[in-house]
């Protein structure tokens, strides 16, 4: 493309998946330039994370705002004063209100730790472990109003062990995180997203040659 797309992160927490987006950008994989990283909490390494790279980082804190509305208003102002093109929700732990939502219509994506629709909310990893699924993995989605339940861009699946706990489990999705957050970056990038109603379409794209995934393994079968 000829310019980079604008981006503008939110982030609540340690910023590892802004990391990982920081650097496949400084490495030339991804047609994208960091504009904004905004942070609720004023003690995310996320925020240094930023710093460190150069890249201009706000804080803004709930408390400081009457309503959601107003707080959701001000995110508006700074993200548009940059004009972002993207906005990427990068362990923002925040709902987002109508208000935010209707100003970045499909414009606004977020990853989740687990295969939706199964396992939203907070707990991801946690919640695959419980439930004893054999499989599990990480999300990138349209936000919507409601809690991850937007149309679905990419997923990387994992497998889920008998010995897994919840933070071996994270870990192995985290990993895959780093990765596919960076590819649905880019295809937004290369103008490649298309949207009809739930589904996603991403044109000019190879899918996956797998057929299927077992676990356990199939034995002869």
């Known amino acids: 493309m000829a310019h980079p797309l604008k981006l503008g992160v939110l982030i609540s927490g340690s910023g590892s998946n802004l990391q990982a987006i920081?650097?496949?950008?400084e490495k030339g994989a991804l047609e994208?330039?960091?504009?904004?990283?905004i942070s609720n909490n004023p003690d995310a390494f996320g925020?240094?994370?930023?710093?460190?790279?150069?890249?201009?980082?706000?804080?803004?804190?709930?408390?400081d705002f009457n309503t959601r509305e107003d707080y959701d208003a001000e995110l508006i102002r700074?993200?548009?004063?940059?004009?972002?093109?993207?906005?990427?929700?990068?362990?923002?732990?925040?709902?987002?209100?109508?208000?935010?939502?209707?100003?970045?219509?499909?414009?606004?994506?977020?990853?989740?730790?687990?295969?939706?629709p199964s396992f939203p909310g907070i707990h991801g990893p946690k919640d695959a472990c419980e439930y004893g699924v054999k499989f599990s993995g990480c999300t990138v989605h349209f936000v919507d109003e409601g809690i991850d339940?937007?149309?679905?861009?990419?997923?990387?699946?994992?497998?889920?062990?008998?010995?897994?706990?919840?933070?071996?489990?994270?870990?192995?999705?985290?990993?895959?995180?780093?990765?596919?957050?960076?590819?649905?970056?880019?295809?937004?990038?290369?103008?490649?997203?298309?949207?009809?109603?739930?589904?996603?379409q991403i044109k000019n794209i190879e899918e996956t040659p797998v057929i299927a995934l077992h676990n356990p393994s199939l034995a002869g079968f």
């Open 22 to 25: 920081i650097d496949n950008i």
């Open 149 to 200: 339940t937007g149309p679905i861009i990419i997923q990387s699946v994992v497998p889920v062990f008998s010995n897994d706990t919840t933070e071996t489990l994270a870990a192995r999705i985290l990993k895959e995180e780093h990765r596919i957050y960076s590819q649905a970056i880019q295809f937004f990038a290369e103008g490649k997203v298309a949207l009809f109603g739930r589904k996603v």
């Open 47 to 63: 925020v240094t994370r930023a710093q460190k790279h150069g890249l201009p980082a706000a804080v803004l804190k709930h408390e």
């Open 78 to 116: 700074l993200l548009r004063s940059k004009e972002v093109d993207l906005v990427v929700l990068a362990g923002f732990m925040r709902l987002l209100t109508p208000v935010f939502l209707k100003a970045f219509p499909q414009k606004i994506i977020n990853i989740h730790p687990a295969l939706l």
């Open 32 to 37: 994208a330039s960091i504009r904004i990283v």
